[in-house]
């Protein structure tokens, strides 16, 4: 088993700096600060309603922040829409219960990226589509309406549509939380090779062991605050917090 | 009783050209309604505060006024009110349109509200605007979504155009009247007309049950 690590000068893609999101007056992040190189992979880990997926929809401006800062690319998330449609271009997401198109077929799903955002014309979108159904293992199945694909085929087709704007960083959120257990595993595979090609990520999961794996760094959250951070080893063999400890022994992690 | 269906039977271009009337007529007005309820819903969701308030205000009156008394208005009350007189086809395409507009426009949101709030997110983590996302995601499924009600629009929509005959659109009813009028035979012509109206409308029923069986999982999401 080899575990892959970021080069240590890598470049900061996203940065937060002291993050803080209110609902009404329910906190939901407080004081988060983080980053993530390009080409890493960050797992975020954590009980329910700790903040994770609140973080990522702060990443890609679905939520607006109350207070701090989050930097993308050495830029602060803009206010303009037209501008914060162009930084969700750069980047891609991938949700728990897939949110693919129903009225569409699965390549007609990752064409809809390129075809209406990029203004890519119908053949060249068709060709990107196509390469990527096959990269995700479902070259076959492009005809297909979600309706008639398995959970799991949902999933790696809302990866292959969120990959068609050739994004800088995926952002996956719990992309394996609503599968049977014996799909799990391709989807996985899928993101374990996208991480292998470079991608940079940042990946909520409940799925230890893929964190513990892929994973270059792993950030342990808990009622809107991280509560710590590091590397997989320390975070799973040696955690500094009892909180972290806590956490994964209810998840029956042992190390 | 004797039956006599001689003058039905005599009259049948006459008849059969008044049931054309009625399906032109309500074809256009299910296209207008159509048209104009998905342009309220929209603009009731997305327009300015103003234009809110006054589509809230025409669609609360079109619910609490007979379509009748909108069509009578329209035909004998426009005209003096504006200036501008309508043939008898086209006050009752605008009065019935007017009136169906309405509840389409209901139905279309109730339609747009029904698709799940993640597909829009979909929509936005791709980086498509908003009128991409209600063009290409949200009305498409909601379309899907609404086939049913819609389809209970267009047979109400049918049935609605009898009305027209109070301000002589020759349609249908009109027509039957006129020949019961003349034959004294109102038993034979009017049994004839509900059947008439009933071929009419229950392909209709049957025909969006078995289309919507059929497409409905491409609005489940
Ligand atoms: N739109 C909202 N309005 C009000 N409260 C919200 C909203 N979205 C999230 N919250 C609250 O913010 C907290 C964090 O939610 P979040 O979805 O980020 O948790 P999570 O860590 O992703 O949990 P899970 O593992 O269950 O997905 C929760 O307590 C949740 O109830
Ligand atoms: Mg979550």
Partial sequence: MTIA?????????????????????????????????KQQVVCLIGPSGSGKSTLLRCTNALETIDGGEILFDGVRLPKDRTAIRKVRQRMGMVFQNFELFPHKTAIENVIMGPSTVLGLSDEASRDRAEALLKKVGLADKAKNYPANLSGGQQQRVAIARALAMEPEVMLFDEPTSALDPETIGEVLNVMKALAD??????????????????????????????????????????????????????LGWDG | MDFNFGP???????????????????????????????????????????????????????????????????????????GINLPPFLSALVALSFNLTAYVAEIVRAGMESVRPGQVRAGLALGMSTPQIVRKIVLPQAFVRMMPALGNVLT??????AIAAVIAVPELMRRADAIAGQTYTPVEVFSTVMLLYFCIIFPITRGVDIVYKRISFLGRS
């Fill in chain 1, 197 to 250: 090609d470079g991608m940079t990520m940042i990946v909520v999961t409940h799925e230890m062991t893929f964190a513990r794996r892929v994973a270059d760094h792993v950030v342990v959250f808990e009622r809107g605050e991280i509560i710590e951070q590091g590397p997989p080893k320390q975070i799973f063999e040696a955690p500094t917090t009892a909180r972290t400890r806590d956490f994964l022994g209810h």
């Fill in chain 1, 5 to 37: 690590t970021a080069p240590q000068t890598a470049a900061t893609v996203l940065q937060y700096r002291d993050v803080q999101k209110l609902y009404g007056d329910f906190v939901a992040l407080q004081g988060v600060s983080m980053e993530v190189k």
């Fill in chain 2, 156 to 161: 109400l929509t049918v049935k609605d155009t």
């Fill in chain 2, 8 to 82: 039905v039977i005599e009259s049948w271009r006459f008849l059969a050209d008044g049931v054309r009337i009625t399906v032109l007529l309500s074809l256009s007005v299910a296209a207008c309604s159509l048209t104009f309820g998905t342009l309220v819903a929209l603009a009731r969701r997305y327009g300015p505060k103003w234009l809110q308030a006054i589509l809230i205000f025409y669609i609360d009156s079109m619910r609490a006024i007979p379509v009748l008394v909108v069509l009578v208005w329209f035909y004998f009350a426009f005209p003096i009110a504006t």
